[in-house]
């Protein structure tokens, strides 16, 4: 199996060949998850840590399951759009998409534990709750298009590189743009060079879509010391889709040799790739809460790499029609790979502070160093990952995550929520991603619906094909808006 030819996705400064390096970038994709919660934390900027008695401490902090006196069920579906705005060698492109998922459906048992020399106390271990929870942690779901006129480089010059790097060998990407008269070689005898047979001014188009996400079914347990200590622990098993499309379309002119005489013809290029990933995977979490006053909380937990075994199916293929001229295609042909990833360790911790009967505030601080995300090649005689780790530590670094928000009674039964949150970029230069949220909330009885509107924004660059400090990069702003609806009932 040949080495595969990557058009990078994200930047990445330091690659500059076709490798498996997609792989260092997939590792850290898919280690971004965020803890999966029902739409009132959603609604505080998914701050969870010191909250305690929601359903998102199943996945959250574990400990927070300590706080319920009861037990409870509850569903949060969401509504997610998408829009991505791109600006290539000056031109204006977006794209959109939405999509409808199951963000959490979690369940709480409560188990008191037999009261102390048979009398209600108040002291002691007083419950020790159960919760499973399922919560839709990554999501992949993305839609990326631009175009514009180039007439500084081509795409053909990339597959020039690779071949005045790599040679011709049979099947691979530069031997199938050599065999469609894309590049050719220019010199005598040895003494030669691969160029781009393309006249400058070529129209250029990119077309990305992405499906899938990360998912988390958990099982949790927290316990309830005196109403003032609580401690939990919890089992995570992870499953990862992946999903990509991409293509990259070239229009322009070239001199093809007819024989032995060199004509002009247009010509219409597109490189394909399609990738379907897919992995499971488990990880440990332990969560402490403590109430330092009645009204003050304060809490932490560390949850560990989660480890995965992935299977990997990548396909490419290339096209070309010359006018006047014949028409050409090579592929698509896969490559399989099956490795095993392990994700950073997370620690984060949390206050809130709760104002009697009106409300509360509440803010937490994550940290995930990025550089430890670490590929194993499973023993593939096709594949060494000792390349992508280099890739991951030289150009990803350690990140902060704040998350921040309140919550408010305005009248009986409803609820007001607000929040903001701000995702560190893994990868070393990027920026950051910002976040607005807020809910409302109706609480009747053993009843309760929730809602939550999330506002994100982030921003990356798109490279196609890397020739250098001349490459031509997409910078692509994206903007999702999601809605979040829970249901639950107290039992």
Do not use: C
């Not at 188009?205 to 499906?211: L, V």
Request: proline share 3%; charged share 15%.
């Amino acid at each position: 199996m040949k080495l595969r030819s990557i058009l990078f996705l994200i930047a990445l400064s330091a690659v500059s060949q076709s490798s498996f390096a997609q792989y260092a970038k997939d590792a850290v994709r898919f280690s971004t998850t965020q803890t999966g919660s029902t739409s009132r934390i959603k609604g505080i900027g998914n701050a969870n840590v010191a909250v305690g008695g929601d359903m998102t401490s199943i996945s959250g902090n574990p400990a927070g399951i300590g706080f319920f006196t009861h037990s409870e069920l509850s569903i949060t579906p969401e509504f997610d759009d998408y829009t991505n705005k791109a600006t290539y060698i000056g031109q204006p492109g977006s794209a959109s998409r939405g999509n409808i998922n199951m963000s959490n459906a979690a369940v709480v048992f409560y188990n008191q534990l037999p009261k102390n020399g048979g009398g209600n106390n108040g002291k002691g271990w007083l419950s020790l709750n159960w919760g499973a929870a399922y919560n839709r942690t990554n999501n992949f779901y993305e839609k990326v298009q631009y175009g514009a006129k180039n007439n500084a480089n081509s795409i053909t010059d990339y597959y020039a590189s690779l071949a005045n790097n790599q040679g011709l060998t049979d099947g691979s990407l530069q031997a199938w743009a050599a065999g469609q008269k894309l590049i050719d070689a220019y010199g005598t005898g040895t003494n030669f060079t691969y160029k781009s047979n393309a006249f400058p001014g070529v129209q250029q188009a990119g077309f990305i879509t992405r499906t899938g996400g990360e998912s988390s079914y958990d099982i949790s347990m927290g316990a309830n010391y005196n109403n003032k200590l609580y401690v939990g622990i919890g089992l995570g098993i992870s499953e990862l889709r992946y999903n990509t499309n991409t293509s990259f379309n070239e229009t322009g002119s070239a001199t093809v040799l007819n024989g032995s005489t060199p004509v002009t013809s247009g010509y219409n290029s597109t490189y394909s790739q399609f990738q379907n990933t897919k992995g499971e995977g488990y990880n440990i979490k332990v969560g402490i809460l403590y109430k330092i006053i009645e009204s003050v909380r304060v809490g932490a937990t560390i949850t560990t790499p989660t480890f995965y075994n992935i299977n990997d199916s990548f396909n490419e293929g290339l096209s070309n029609t010359l006018n006047p001229g014949a028409s050409f295609n090579n592929g698509p042909v896969e490559y399989a790979l099956t490795y095993d990833m392990r994700t950073p360790f997370k620690f984060a911790g949390g206050m809130s502070i709760f104002l009697g009967n009106i409300g509360f505030i509440t803010g937490d601080i994550e940290y995930e160093d990025y550089t430890t995300t670490h590929i194993s090649d499973n023993a593939d005689a096709n594949y060494t990952s000792s390349y992508d780790n280099g890739i991951i530590k030289a150009n990803y670094q350690s990140a902060v995550n704040l998350h921040a928000g309140a919550e408010i009674k305005i009248v009986d039964a409803f609820f007001l929520r607000g929040g903001y949150g701000i995702q560190g970029n893994p990868l070393k230069g990027g920026a950051s991603t910002k976040m607005v949220t807020g809910g409302l909330g109706y609480h009747l009885g053993n009843y309760y619906v929730d809602a939550a509107v999330m506002n994100i924004k982030g921003s990356q660059n798109v490279m196609q094909y890397d020739i250098g400090p001349t490459t031509p990069a997409a910078a692509v702003n994206a903007v999702n808006n999601n809605i979040f609806l829970t249901i639950g009932v107290k039992y």
